[in-house]
């Protein structure tokens, strides 16, 4: 049986593939509940560092929750039917934590968008730290167009990723962005061709993976956690986080392979 979600590992390095490609990868609940478990694997498991999410096909990444199955279910007009309906039905923060929303992961994210990046796929985007595109790819939330609204946490990050009036035009027109205009208003790192994609995610992923697994994280929620904040509250917690870091044996080892001239060996304590 073919699984419509992904989740591999090799070395320090997991992958997540969104594995709809005819249904443009779109969200149904048993992917929200697999998307759920296999971010929560991640997230234990201490030889893992950095994580890959991307879809199957080359037509989207993922277009967001399922019109027919997802959406009905949230709304009330389809009553739970599968072991999956159920478990969202029991727990709606199943959908808020697939998307990254309520449970931010200390370890670094990196989209491999190879197509359409729409509605909920592209909240889920907004949730990962680095992204790369194809030249195809496009960009949008649609949801106000559908008598919805983004809820998967892009009310409250999209503002604080672009300037707040291009927020506000993406969410209240619905309208869809290419690529390019995605880059250059800084939301995407990088757009290669379509067959670069992944392997470009793959060695940001490695170089990642090499760095000091305890510092990396740190590094990450210190910057995240500061965004809003007063400085003086986001230098206390840079602070906190350094004192963290050079407590471990990692901040011992990453000068004194430097000074021996070979490659570190740090074992994320």
């Not at 992958?15 to 443009?24: E, K, L, Q, V």
């Not at 901040?251 to 430097?258: C, D, I, L, N």
Request: glycine share 8%.
């Amino acid at each position: 049986m073919t699984l419509p979600l992904l989740y591999e590992t090799d070395g320090p390095v997991a992958t997540i593939t969104f594995n709809r490609p005819d249904r443009h990868n779109a969200l149904n609940p048993e992917v929200v509940c697999r998307m759920d478990d296999a971010l929560a694997a991640f997230e234990a498991d201490d030889a893992l560092r950095v994580c890959i999410v991307t879809g199957a096909g080359s037509a989207a990444f993922c277009a967001g929750g399922d019109l027919e199955t997802m959406l009905p279910l949230l709304t009330g007009a389809r009553a739970p039917e599968t072991k999956w309906d159920r478990r969202i039905a029991a727990d709606r923060d199943t959908v808020f934590r697939a998307s990254f929303k309520g449970r931010p992961l200390t370890k670094p994210v990196i989209a491999a968008i190879n197509g359409h990046c729409l509605a909920g796929g592209f909240e889920l985007m907004l949730g990962t730290d680095i992204r790369i595109a194809a030249p195809h790819a496009t960009f949008g939330l649609p949801e106000a167009k559908l008598g919805l609204m983004p809820f998967a946490g892009a009310l409250a990050r999209l503002p604080r990723q672009l300037p707040p009036a291009l927020a506000m035009e993406m969410m209240l027109t619905g309208d869809s962005y290419p690529a390019e205009r995605m880059a250059a208003l800084g939301l995407i790192n990088a757009v290669v061709p379509a067959e670069e994609v992944l392997p470009r995610a793959l060695k940001i992923a490695a170089r990642i993976a090499a760095n000091g697994p305890v510092a990396v994280r740190e590094i990450k929620m210190a910057a995240l956690d500061a965004i809003g904040r007063p400085f003086d509250d986001g230098f206390q917690r840079e602070t906190e986080a350094m004192d963290r870091v050079l407590a471990t044996e990692d901040a011992v080892e990453g000068p004194r392979s430097f000074m021996e001239k070979r490659r570190p060996v740090y074992r994320g304590r």
